[in-house]
């Protein structure tokens, strides 16, 4: 299966700072999905963005497929921030995870 | 609709005991998905549905697992004679049925085996 690597593994934060996530994969994608992974082990999708960018609100996505990475931007983090950020990708019929970026936002 | 919806959210078993846990997905979602998501890793591929056909398994679904959705709407995941490896967060996903269609996850059934 394809390979994904996100970086990095661990950020702490202060609140109110701007933060780059990075999500690379190992082969040619048709779709990358953004997640956040709750306290509660629920994944909240973020943003589904094969190609392009994409913002909501604080949040903007950019995936670059003929490169084979993604960036998730955060901008004036909070603490409601925290968690885990994954990003998935999928060539077909499965997505593929990496393991994670953990945040940690501090007021 | 409230999105996909998972039970039990949480199940303590002894080791070799069976488990079923339920998945109900998005009703216009024709797709279902299991995943496996253990301590510091992310998801791991288990099996998907298209309708009632069960068009891929992992090689983790090992014979003790069985997956099936008999009227293509709801699914059930058996683990039988469970061990500690098995525990692990289930997390079901639906999808529209376009190739690689945006994932939406439940809350994840989380299993401990003692």
């Known amino acids: 299966g394809i390979q994904v690597e996100q970086s990095p593994p661990d950020l702490i934060l202060q609140e109110g700072a701007n933060s780059t996530l990075r999500c690379n994969f190992s082969d040619s994608v048709n779709n990358l999905q953004w997640f956040h992974q709750n306290p509660w082990g629920q994944l909240i999708n973020l943003f589904y963005?094969?190609?392009g960018t994409k913002q909501n609100g604080r949040l903007s996505a950019t995936t670059v497929a003929t490169e084979r990475y993604s960036l998730l931007y955060i901008s004036s983090s909070q603490t409601t921030d925290s968690g885990v950020y994954f990003c998935a990708v999928s060539t077909g019929n499965q997505f593929y995870f990496g393991t994670g970026t953990s945040l940690t936002v501090i007021p | 609709d409230t999105g996909v919806s998972q039970n039990p959210r949480h199940k303590i078993t002894k080791r070799g005991q069976n488990v079923t846990f339920r998945c109900d997905p998005i009703s216009e979602h024709n797709r279902l998905y299991w995943y496996r998501q253990t301590l510091g890793q992310g998801p791991e591929f288990l099996t998907y549905f298209q309708n009632e056909a069960q068009l891929e398994k992992s090689r983790l679904l090992s014979d003790r697992f069985s997956a099936e959705r008999p009227k293509g709407s709801f699914s059930t995941l058996e683990i039988q004679r469970t061990e500690q490896g098995d525990s692990a967060m289930y997390l079901c996903a639906s999808s529209l049925p376009a190739a690689a269609g945006e994932l939406f996850f439940g809350e994840g059934s989380r299993l401990t085996v003692l």
């Open positions: 963005i094969p190609s």
